[in-house]
């Protein structure tokens, strides 16, 4: 059932690095735009970043522009640099019917189950 996979998340500690991956299961999203979202303890779910269908376009929430880069081929990645720990998170790979794709997660159709992103001090 599950039909967005992310998989790379896990333990780094400040200034590293880490690349989040979104792989389609039992279908593809290839005219879907495409999004990443977080969601730390105790926090709503915030916007991360986006990519267009063809990945013409991006947009990337303040706090994270110019650390971290959305790409996509048949996956979609988040390159994720010079962590901080207040980027600790799980975060989500989501698919939306605009193929713009969109900073709002109600724009959001198809959820992956989640990453773990923890950053040490």
């Known amino acids: 059932q599950v039909q967005l996979v992310e998989s790379g998340g896990g333990l780094v500690q400040a200034g590293g690095s880490l690349r989040l991956s979104c792989a389609p299961s039992?279908?593809?999203?290839?005219?879907?735009?495409m999004g990443w979202f977080r969601q730390a303890p105790g926090k709503e779910r915030e916007f991360v970043a986006t990519i267009s269908w063809d990945g013409g376009s991006t947009d990337y929430a303040h706090s994270v522009k110019g650390r971290f880069t959305i790409s996509r081929d048949n996956t979609v990645y988040l390159q994720m640099n010079s962590l901080k720990p207040v980027d600790t998170a799980v975060y989500y790979c989501?698919?939306?019917?605009?193929?713009?794709?969109?900073?709002?997660?109600?724009?959001?159709?198809?959820w992956g189950q989640g990453t773990q992103v923890t950053v040490s001090s």
């Open positions: 039992g279908r593809t999203f290839s005219t879907y735009g």
């Open positions: 989501a698919a939306t019917a605009l193929a713009g794709g969109s900073s709002k997660d109600h724009d959001y159709n198809y």
